[in-house]
């Protein structure tokens, strides 16, 4: 599988932005969808949104309007826009990534390190 190396993140009043970005840093030939998961102490990880290789996106609902994804021309970058964040969001934010076959994502086969992000209100 692909290396991922996150970037971004850190600490913001409630209603902040911030940017998280996350890179494929070793060579593939094969086209990857990304996504973001979190996790805060004592709950399970949590999707929050993906995508795919074609460019589409979809979200969790409790972030749908406050956070985007983007990517890069060589579709190697994509970031995730948080805006208007809630105290809510605070939780350390990983990215993963899955090979795209037959048009669509498969198994997410790899993690970043993860990025924490703390919303204060």
């Known amino acids: 599988q692909v290396q991922l190396v996150e970037s971004g993140g850190g600490s913001v009043q409630a209603g902040g932005s911030l940017r998280l970005s996350c890179a494929i840093s070793t060579y593939t030939s094969i086209p990857h969808c990304m996504g973001w998961f979190r996790q805060s102490p004592g709950k399970e990880r949590e999707w929050v949104a993906t995508i795919g290789y074609t460019g589409s996106t979809s979200y969790v609902e409790s972030v749908k309007g406050r956070f985007t994804i983007s990517e890069d021309n060589t579709k190697k970058i994509r970031y995730l826009h948080m805006n208007s964040l809630k105290s809510e969001d605070t939780a350390m934010y990983y990215c993963?990534?899955?090979?795209?076959?037959?048009?669509?994502?498969?198994?997410?086969?790899?993690w970043g390190q993860g990025r924490q992000v703390t919303v204060s209100s």
């Open positions: 993963a990534a899955a090979p795209f076959i037959s048009s669509a994502c498969s198994t997410w086969n790899a």
